[in-house]
């Protein structure tokens, strides 16, 4: 297979990947971005965001439940399903990764989905194209 040569490749666009291979495409590097999951990694997707809201909905409950105790009364009964769609439709997109793809591909950057190979000392193979870095890899 021929190489194609650029100035950097980013294997991972988790969190710390996504933002080294933003700023180097910025900076004017030719920057290859390899991901096989979701570019921006665990975070958005199925740790911070989610959890967060998963624990908002948790403290509305208690605090909800604590009303009779404070000021009055209240019926309270816990349903996961609000939040779930919630962490499907406006936390993740339903799992789709295409808006931080954009946001990256539009620094300059070349994104590329699959599980890379490192296959020389500069070389990294995804599928059947393979990349030699020439200033970092």
């Known amino acids: 297979m021929p190489s194609e040569e650029v100035d950097v490749v980013v294997i991972g666009m988790g969190p710390g990947g996504e933002y080294v291979a933003a700023q180097c495409a910025t900076a004017g590097l030719t920057t290859v971005g390899i991901e096989s999951r979701l570019v921006g990694g665990e975070c958005p997707y199925f740790g911070c965001v989610p959890s967060k809201m998963i624990i908002r909905a948790a403290d509305s409950l208690a605090e909800a439940g604590r009303v009779p105790q404070l000021a009055g009364s209240s019926t309270v009964t816990p349903d996961f399903t609000p939040v779930a769609r919630r962490i499907?439709?406006?936390a993740t997109d339903n799992w789709n990764d295409q808006v931080a793809v954009d946001r990256f591909t539009k620094?300059?950057?070349?994104?590329?989905r699959g599980r890379a190979r490192i296959t020389g000392p500069h070389t990294v193979a995804v599928g059947d194209r393979e990349f030699t870095a020439s200033r970092a890899s």
Do not use: I
């Open 88 to 90: 499907r439709d406006e």
């Open 107 to 112: 620094t300059g950057g070349v994104f590329v």
